[in-house]
């Protein structure tokens, strides 16, 4: 079983920037790809940003240029660097960890997410 815990959430002005964190621990063999997902009441849940094993990331359009995802192989981590924070950005975020273990599971392993909150 692979563990997912996120960190780094919190209140920032609009303008502001945060950081979040997810570190995957566990039985892993490898780590296929860490993405950051977001939530609002209401909607649901939808990708920001995801970097696979081999470094290649992909941003939703409305975070584009604002947000940078970032990996750490050695420590199992994923940060998504999020700059320029909008209230629209308010939502909590949830780390997705897709990894090999004893098996594959293809949805992948859930941390229980970080609220972020975005005052205008």
């Known amino acids: 079983q692979v563990q997912v815990v996120e960190s780094g959430g919190g209140l920032v002005q609009a303008g502001g920037s945060l950081r979040l964190s997810c570190a995957a621990s566990g039985s892993i063999f490898s780590i296929k790809s860490m993405a950051w997902y977001r939530q609002t009441p209401g909607k649901q849940r939808e990708l920001v940003s995801i970097?696979?094993?081999?470094?290649?990331?992909n941003y939703a359009d409305s975070v584009k240029g604002r947000f940078t995802i970032a990996r750490d192989n050695a420590k199992n981590t994923v940060y998504l660097q999020m700059n320029s924070l909008r209230s629209g950005d308010t939502a909590v975020y949830y780390c997705?960890?897709?990894?090999?273990?004893?098996?594959?599971?293809?949805?992948?392993?859930w941390g229980q997410g970080t609220q972020v909150t975005v005052s205008s």
């Open positions: 997705n960890v897709r990894a090999m273990t004893t098996t594959w599971v293809q949805g992948g392993y």
């Open positions: 970097i696979t094993d081999d470094g290649i990331t």
